[in-house]
């Protein structure tokens, strides 16, 4: 029903469906035939017809990608560990690879996902990324934490930390749409061909599943993308 709901079927039957079993990797995966294999890995890439490519979501991003001239498309699911093996990136490179994808003829979409005013992260993952991106600084955000029993009651809060070692009500957060909208153009996609949606999966969990959000309890989206006749 899904399939057929968003024009994915042939004459009433609708397409195969690949979707990858997650393990937050950067292992992309060509299809070049709808064999019965599980595969692995979070990133899907064919320039086959009347196949769907999934990717299943409750926070991290779905980056779908289409190549126009070519006929190519791929899929990747993006987490922040995904995000740090540069996956979007590789994809396109992948693409370029396999199907000749130049990447100013790619149009690459960011679906929903978890945004930077819900993504608390450690200190661990700017570091992390700081090893990685010369542009991490601009992707990492504090906020202060604006509880209101902490405003109430500032003594039960009180930072044991020696002086000058941190604020316990300051609050680090990942802008993981943007890193992955960076990655892209990195590779070289114009930003002109960038769709970066802004809905945030922990915001509002009447309209999406949020892993964070919903504390694991939850279902997941599914973003899916293929190539008609």
């Known amino acids: 029903m899904f399939l057929r709901a968003i024009g994915a079927a042939e004459k009433g039957q609708p397409w195969p469906l690949i979707a990858p079993k997650q393990i937050h990797s950067d292992i992309i995966h060509v299809i070049r ?21 999934g990717i299943r979501t409750a926070d991290c991003l779905p980056v779908l990608l289409v190549d126009k001239r070519n006929r190519a498309v791929g899929a990747f699911h993006a987490g922040w560990r995904g995000t740090a093996q540069r996956i979007v990136e590789k994809g396109v490179g992948a693409m370029r690879r396999e199907y000749g994808s130049r990447p100013e003829d790619i149009y690459a979409v960011i679906g929903p996902g978890i945004q930077k005013c819900c993504y608390e992260v450690g200190d661990e993952l700017l ?9 991490a600084g601009e992707l990492f955000h504090t906020v202060q934490d604006s509880d209101p029993v902490r405003k109430k009651y500032p003594l039960l809060f009180l930072n044991q930390r020696p ?7 300051i609050k680090l957060h990942l802008d993981l749409r943007e890193a992955n909208r960076r990655q892209l153009l990195d590779a070289g996609v114009p930003e002109k061909q960038i769709t970066a949606m802004k809905d945030c999966t922990s915001c509002n969990t009447t309209q999406f599943f949020s892993h964070r959000a919903e504390k694991g309890r939850t279902g997941r989206m599914m973003a899916v993308i293929g190539i008609k006749r």
Request: proline share 11%; hydrophobic share 30%.
């Open 33 to 53: 035939s709808t064999g019965p294999e599980q595969l692995a890995g979070d990133g899907l890439i064919t320039n086959l017809p009347q196949i769907a490519l």
């Open 163 to 169: 002086p000058g070692h941190g604020d316990l009500c």
């Open 127 to 135: 570091a992390q990324f700081e090893s990685q991106f010369p542009y």
